[in-house]
């Protein structure tokens, strides 16, 4: 390090890369005696830089969680993960942030090396992000309260208003947060109807949080759940099919939340629920193995039309109008 300025930046990037350090690591690691790494650390007091002195038998240095922020300083590795965070910060749903993750990147690319600057302005004006597109804007308010609460495990009494615009009042124990399909949920026990449920974020009126505290299943995985409850709402069409595939197969060909996915030895076996059985026929149409509609009979019906019309889009003399009675020729039967 050639420098004091040099070695003072460096002492501040350890301090918020390790939390906490002993002096004789930090000045081991800068290359200096005691007496010069108190001088650093107190330069940077001087800067407005909370650097806290924690007592014990060798003595350690901290950064003190404050008021104002204290600079920063961020390696090209982390200065591209940040910039790329930001990217997506944009189309997350929450309203109040989208300006937010804008000035931040701004901010960011200003004080990045020319090249690195240059790369990232690059792929910020080409990428795009395939993400849904949000259908609910969110204020942050809910999502970081909610958050909090989960993190402390404090129940929270909500007031939410449901699909048909009835409003409830409800206890809730929040396990995890999910974003999915451009909404935020919140997944947990609901004391109200006695059992897991998932709560649209941005059809919470009121929050509260209680001094009441609750013990989360263990390893809960909110977007796990999230994607088989919304899978397995009740709809008019109960569906099972067998997939001869693998369970790792099935999903990666078909979405998570189609269905529920169960291993029954060779074959994988698919529980779902649908209203449009020709929508359905048309994910499984996708797939590269073989498959088996157990019930209901009208989804096969529904497989055949959709066969019929894509032979009708090459073959001139196949009729285009779905028929049930009508036969599929041999060669296309392979569902």
């Known amino acids: 390090m050639s420098s004091p300025t040099t070695r003072v930046l460096a002492l501040l990037e350890l301090l918020q890369n390790a939390g906490e350090l002993r002096g004789t690591e930090l000045a081991q690691r800068l290359g200096v005696d005691g007496r010069t790494l108190r001088r650093y650390v107190t330069r940077l007091q001087g800067l407005g830089v909370p650097v806290q002195s924690v007592r014990g038998r060798y003595g350690a240095y901290r950064l003190q969680p404050g008021a104002k922020l204290p600079p920063l300083m961020f390696s090209d590795a982390e200065g591209v993960a940040l910039s790329m965070g930001l990217l997506f910060a944009g189309q997350l749903g929450l309203a109040d942030t989208v300006a937010g993750a804008a000035h931040a990147q701004a901010k960011l690319l200003r004080v990045m090396p020319p090249a690195l600057r240059d790369q990232l302005r690059a792929v910020a004006s080409t990428v795009q992000l395939a993400l849904s597109q949000p259908v609910a804007t969110l204020g942050s308010g809910v999502l970081l309260t909610m958050g909090a609460a989960a993190e402390q495990r404090a129940r929270v009494r909500l007031c939410y208003c449901a699909a048909d615009q009835?409003?409830?009042?409800?206890?809730?124990?929040?396990?995890?947060?999910a974003w999915r399909a451009g909404r935020w949920y919140a997944v947990g026990h609901c004391h109200l109807r006695g059992g897991l449920r998932s709560f649209r974020l941005d059809r919470i009126q009121s929050l509260q949080v209680l001094p009441t505290r609750f013990v989360p299943p263990f390893d809960f995985d909110a977007v796990r759940h999230l994607a088989l409850g919304l899978a397995t709402l009740p709809r008019t069409h109960a569906i099972t099919v067998r997939l001869h595939t693998d369970l790792a197969s099935a999903r990666a060909e078909l979405f998570d939340a189609l269905g529920l996915f169960h291993p029954a030895g060779a074959v994988v076996m698919l529980y779902s629920q649908a209203d449009d059985l020709g929508w359905f026929a048309r994910q499984l149409a996708?797939?590269?193995?073989?498959?088996?509609?157990?019930?209901?009979?009208e989804l096969n019906e529904a497989l055949q039309a959709h066969a019929r019309h894509l032979l009708a889009l090459t073959c001139p003399d196949v009729p285009c109008a779905p028929s049930a009675s009508q036969p599929l020729p041999s060669e296309t039967s392979i569902f």
Request: glycine share 4%; charged share 25%; net charge negative.
């Open 286 to 297: 996708q797939v590269s193995f073989r498959f088996e509609v157990v019930s209901p009979p």
């Open 166 to 177: 009835a409003s409830t009042e409800r206890d809730f124990d929040c396990y995890g947060l």
